[in-house]
Nanobody, 128 residues
Framework: EVEVMESGGGSVQAGGSLNLSCVVSGFMYPPNCMGWFRQVPGKQREGIAAIYTGGGRQIYADSVKGRFTISEDNSKNTVKLQMNNLTPEDTAMYYC?????????????????????WGHGTQVTVSS
């Protein structure tokens, strides 16, 4: 059974940093892309960062470019999202997804499909 688990969310003040982690397990073959999305109540889930696994290209939404960094660890089943210079506009539930479509969706600023391998999310709250 495939599992995707996020951690690292929390509450910080504006200008602060958080480092999210996403661990996946149960894949027969490693997913070729993993990424991070975020969602606030009443809005569509937004793709913000993705990485082609195995040392591949990173993709960022304009809203986080220059502040967030996605990385993959050596085991290739974990991706992290280092978030710096956080603002109240970054407050959201952050979700990790692992599947072939993730990089395409994030790069194209598309609405993610309802299917796929998702975690349960980790809350990030930034106060002013």
């Amino acid at each position: 059974e495939v599992e995707v688990m996020e951690s690292g969310g929390g509450s910080v003040q504006a200008g602060g940093s958080l480092n999210l982690s996403c661990v996946v397990s149960g894949f027969m073959y490693p997913p070729n892309c993993m990424g991070w999305f975020r969602q606030v109540p009443g809005k569509q889930r937004e793709g913000i960062a993705a990485i082609y696994t195995g040392g591949g290209r990173q993709i960022y939404a304009d809203s986080v470019k220059g502040r967030f960094t996605i990385s993959e660890d050596n085991s290739k089943n974990t991706v992290k999202l280092q978030m710096n210079n956080l603002t109240p506009e970054d407050t959201a539930m952050y979700y990790c997804a692992a599947d072939g479509w993730v990089c395409t969706v994030v790069e194209g600023a598309q609405t993610p499909p309802p299917f796929g391998y998702w975690g349960h999310g980790t809350q990030v709250t930034v106060s002013s």
